[in-house]
Nanobody
Framework: QVQLVESGGGLVQPGGSLRLSCTASGSIGNIMGWYRQAPGKERGYVATVTIDGDTNYAVSVKDRFTISRDNSKNTVYLQMNSLKPEDTAVYYC???????????WGQGIQVTVSS
């Protein structure tokens, strides 16, 4: 089975930075990434990175967030800079063994951006 454990969330002021980490056990995923969900809203895409290091971002976070991974640790990171209140959400790490396959999800980690 695949398990994903997230860390690094918390409370930060607008304009601040936060770094999320997610470590997967069981398999190495071709694709790893992040979604987020704010209260009362649908879960939305944030970013992905492939095993080869190719990245993709939602327009709302491009140029502020950076996704990366360490394949030796089966870990994906999300560096979040210039955070805005609208970034407040529960962030979920996900994992795919191959493109088009099922999603495996982490438990979710809270990020709150507030003054």
């Amino acid at each position: 089975q695949v398990q994903l454990v997230e860390s690094g969330g918390g409370l930060v002021q607008p304009g601040g930075s936060l770094r999320l980490s997610c470590t997967a056990s069981g398999s190495i995923g071709n694709i790893m990434g992040w979604y987020r969900q704010a209260p009362g809203k649908e879960r939305g895409y944030v970013a992905t990175v492939t095993i080869d290091g190719d990245t993709n971002y939602a327009v709302s976070v491009k140029d502020r967030f950076t996704i990366s991974r360490d394949n030796s640790k089966n870990t994906v990171y999300l560096q979040m800079n210039s955070l805005k209140p609208e970034d407040t959400a529960v962030y979920y790490c996900y994992f795919q063994l191959r493109p088009g396959s099922r999603f495996y999800w982490g438990q979710g980690i809270q990020v709150t951006v507030s003054s």
